[in-house]
């Protein structure tokens, strides 16, 4: 776990097969920012951005779209920004 961006950063490394489903899973938790799903070269894949009006219809497509190109995978790494917890103010 990093800082990043005034947020807590998170990376999982995941076989192409279960990208699909552990993206899913972050945008439920719902204090997810961003998610950046890139392959094992670091090339960026797909970069979501989330915000509180996102809804599962909305990430439809790009989610489609990132099960087909993670399918053709063996790995992938999701790089997730949280909402900073716990309200912390600078100054």
């Given at each position: 776990?990093?800082?990043?961006?005034?947020?807590?950063?998170?990376?999982?490394?995941l076989?192409?097969?279960?990208?699909?489903?552990?993206?899913?899973?972050?945008?439920?938790?719902?204090?997810?920012?961003?998610?950046t799903?890139?392959?094992?070269?670091?090339?960026?894949?797909?970069?979501?951005p989330?915000?509180?009006g996102?809804?599962?219809?909305?990430?439809?497509?790009?989610?489609?779209?990132?099960?087909?190109?993670?399918?053709?995978?063996?790995?992938?790494?999701?790089?997730?920004?949280?909402?900073?917890?716990?309200?912390?103010?600078?100054?």
């Open positions: 776990m990093a800082e990043g961006d005034g947020g807590r950063v998170d990376e999982f490394q076989k192409g097969e279960e990208v699909v489903a552990k993206v899913k899973e972050l945008v439920r938790e719902g204090n997810v920012r961003r998610v799903v890139s392959d094992s070269e670091g090339k960026t894949l797909l970069e979501i989330l915000t509180v996102v809804v599962g219809a909305l990430l439809a497509p790009p989610l489609a779209a990132l099960g087909a190109v993670a399918a053709l995978l063996t790995d992938c790494k999701i790089t997730v920004v949280r909402h900073e917890e716990g309200g912390k103010k600078d100054g």
